[in-house]
């Protein structure tokens, strides 16, 4: 049986926070889809709050520092990306996109990719298809169509139970996506590609 | 094995005083700084190039030659010449000429220079940092090596029947290094000639130092310049040394913490940890040092970065003396006794010279 790893990202800031609650309901979701498509996760948290100042650091350093680079192992090394951020501010949070601006380009090239957010009220819902998608879409990672948005109000159940399936719909996506795939390799060696320098001089870079 | 210290020329306000100190203060320091590491027994001084404040070393090799006058013994260096924005003719000319001046005890680091606005200052682009290197350090060779060259490329005039004067002293052109960061092509430049390679390392953590040292090492191996162990190795490293351990983390922390390249981020200690960077005692220094062979192997030349950040003369000088003092004939002699006798030492003017004497002659084109 196949074992996928899912990365979780998760920009919640308050201990125990909604955005987490949020995450952790969509990895068990995902585990539970992917294992009626035959597979087996693991699922690996990175809480941004405990690299918030990793994060300015690495602006201010031009590098990760160790325990960083170990998240951003975790995050561009896995099979799929749960991406949960509270919505700050009309969009994703500042600590959430401090995270993304410190991956290296093409870290994220084909990854799939699950979008969800929240915030206190329902109002804030379009920030998952007009700040998060086309985030993810520069990054050119493979998002899948179902985005999912919970408001304090969600969590009171008062929906019919509409987050749950909206939960349970995303996870199935996400899980179609994964086992159509082969098992993600870590990113490619920048040494691997170095054209030679014959090529360099023939004025290839 | 080479030891000195590099410099990147910049005037920074001290932040125990708020003093800035001016160009004028600043460049006759510069002079000084150099005149001491020949004083206290070191091997090298590199200066760096920049256009823009706030550094004030835009014309090294003015620099360099009044050194060489004050001087008899010290190797003169860059950290870095810029390849990608000078006309690779007037580097040809004005090191050519400095090596004359400075009998031979020239060489060059090539660096492409990482901020954007200066390369349209001189008519170039960034964006071809990578070629504009590749194409005028091949010419630079070909003027240095060959006296009457017809050239013509892609970001410079074409040349006819051009001889660069002077030519290099003795018939030898000075030897290059090349440093990088960040850039593996950079490192395949300085394979490909058998160049060394200079890995600035203080900034980074040091798996890329390691993992950039051991591509040019493989590269000058397949390029046929030897073994992978017989590869010319040049690393950065930045110290602050007092005799008690405290005392020096408690001088240099404020200097740390305003650092114009990483300051107001991760603390000294942090820092300490995730790069080269040792404050501390110079047993402390010379544990570190001695380290760095551990993950790029056996290599030729150990420049220390110490006169930044706005620390006064005073300290730049003091630090020299405990360098030359009590940290550099321990790692002379460890070193040494480590190295394996196949391993050469970092090129001068006079091995250069005599393994010309050695080889037959090529035919030039």
């Known amino acids: ?205 | 094995m080479q030891f000195g210290v590099f410099s990147v020329s910049d005037v920074t306000t001290d932040p125990t005083t708020g003093r800035t100190p001016t160009e004028a203060e600043r460049i006759q320091a510069i002079v000084r700084i150099a005149e001491k590491a020949e004083e206290v027994g070191l091997d090298v001084f590199a200066l760096g190039e920049h256009h823009n404040p706030p550094f004030f070393s835009s014309s090294p090799t003015t620099t360099l030659a009044y050194v060489a006058a004050r001087t008899t013994r010290l190797q003169l260096s860059t950290a870095t010449t810029l390849i990608t924005t000078n006309d690779p003719v007037k580097i040809a000319e004005d090191y050519a000429m400095l090596q004359h001046l400075a009998g031979g005890r020239v060489d060059l680091m090539m660096g492409r220079g990482n901020t954007g606005p200066v390369y349209p200052w001189f008519g170039q682009d960034i964006r071809n940092g990578i070629p504009l290197a590749v194409e005028n350090y091949a010419l630079l060779r070909r003027l240095w090596d060959e006296d009457v060259v017809d050239w013509s490329g892609r970001f410079r005039t074409p040349l006819q029947g051009f001889t660069s004067t002077p030519r290099p002293l003795d018939g030898v052109a000075p030897f290059v290094w090349h440093g990088s960061i960040r850039s593996p092509q950079i490192a395949e430049q300085a394979a490909y000639y058998g160049d060394g390679f200079f890995s600035n390392h203080i900034f980074w953590p040091k798996e890329h130092t390691q993992r950039m040292v051991e591509f040019y090492r493989q590269r000058f191996e397949h390029h046929g310049h030897g073994s992978a162990d017989q590869a010319i190795v040049g690393l950065g490293g930045q110290v602050f040394i007092r005799r008690n351990s405290q005392d020096a983390v408690r001088e240099f922390r404020p200097y740390f913490d305003n650092a114009p390249v990483y300051g107001h981020g991760p603390s000294l200690e942090e820092f300490s940890r995730e790069t080269p960077l040792t404050v501390g005692s110079p047993q402390q220094v010379i544990e570190r040092t001695l380290g760095f062979r551990d993950y790029v192997g056996d290599y030729q030349r150990q420049l220390f970065l110490v006169d930044h950040a706005g620390l006064p003369l005073k300290t730049v000088l003091e630090q020299l003396d405990v360098l030359g003092e009590e940290v550099v004939p321990v790692l002379r002699r460890e070193f040494a006794a480590l190295k394996p006798a196949h391993v050469p030492d970092a090129p001068t003017h006079a091995s250069l010279v005599a393994a010309r004497a050695t080889t037959p002659e090529e035919v030039s084109a």
């Open chain 1, 1 to 205: 049986m196949t074992t996928r790893t899912i990365a979780v990202v998760s920009a919640g800031l308050s201990t125990p926070s909604s955005t987490r609650l949020l995450a952790d309901r969509l990895a068990t979701a995902t585990v539970a889809a992917l294992r009626e498509r035959g597979e087996d996760a693991v699922v690996e948290v990175v809480e941004l709050r405990e690299h918030a100042r990793d994060l300015a650091d690495a602006f201010v350093t031009g590098f990760p520092n160790a325990a960083l680079r170990a998240a951003v192992g975790t995050v561009t090394g896995a099979d799929a990306v749960l991406a949960v951020t509270p919505v700050f501010t009309a969009s994703y949070s500042g600590l959430f996109k401090s995270f993304v601006d410190v991956l290296e380009e093409g870290a994220l090239t084909g990854k799939p990719v699950l979008l969800a957010a929240t915030a206190g009220t329902a109002r804030h819902s379009l920030v998952l298809e007009h700040a998060m998608r086309p985030l993810f879409a520069h990054l050119r990672a493979v998002t899948v169509p179902t985005a999912v948005f919970a408001a304090s109000e969600d969590w009171a159940g008062g929906d019919g139970g509409e987050l749950g399936r909206r939960i349970t719909r995303a996870a199935g996506e996400l899980a179609d996506v994964v086992t159509g795939r082969p098992a993600s390799a870590r990113p490619a060696d920048p040494f691997a590609d170095v054209p030679s320098f014959e090529d360099l001089l023939r004025g290839g870079s």
